[in-house]
């Protein structure tokens, strides 16, 4: 079976140290950022993994964060191993690349695993939480308030049917431009069919609602992101998640899962 998970080759924390002009701790942070500071001469080599700016940053960096300023293990935060780790992004790749808030400088909620734990983690947890979500989602985005009945047409139709109404949704939504009538004529036939509505009945609301939950169905991560107004809570849910159910024993020292998602 081919591994999920590659290895790092390279340690997930390498604890550089980001002096200010005047000696002051402001940042931890990884080889690379260090060496793009000293290749342009922004910063002056103390040690082998201190180096001081010589210019005064913009804000204070992470100056007084413990946890931004504390050095970090490279081991297994759930089992302790140092072999085979990978980087675990404990809100999901999937779903934090498409949230500009979090996407960058949050290195907060990307830890060690070792391959075997984020694994058993993914396969067993991540997804679980990942469908329930898109579920809530989907629940919201077809409340009856919004769209009388059709949740339980929905329902009641056999899936096959369903992915396919939705995958003509969303064509429809893309593609209109490029496609014949004929073509644009049959899909709304099928997906006024499906709801049971005349084609002047069916309305751009009903398409634009079938279309999103396509994407509900094979891009979970964009789903989740660009429908989860409250991003606090969408970060606090994924973290516990994590810690209920992987008890990890090896957390870095004043890793909170209430710890602000922004750098205020
Ligand atoms: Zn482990």
Redo the contacts with the bound molecule.
Sequence with gaps: MRKQFDANKKPIYSNCRMLSPTNVLIAMCGKEKMDWYLERDLAEKMDEKIFRLKFIPKGNGHDGDLFYLSEKENK?V??G?TGNLTKHHVVPYCVRRHLDAIKHHNNHDIIP??D??HQKYETLYAKFLKEKIVKEIIDRLFSPEMVEGLPDKIHKKNKKEYIQVLKDASALMTYTDVMSLKRIRLLRKRIADYLGKTDEELSPDDIVMLGDMFAGVYDRGRFIAENSSDLKHLVLRWRENFIKSMCPKFMPQYWDVNKSITLD
């Design positions: 297994c759930v089992c191993s695993l070792c075997k734990c």
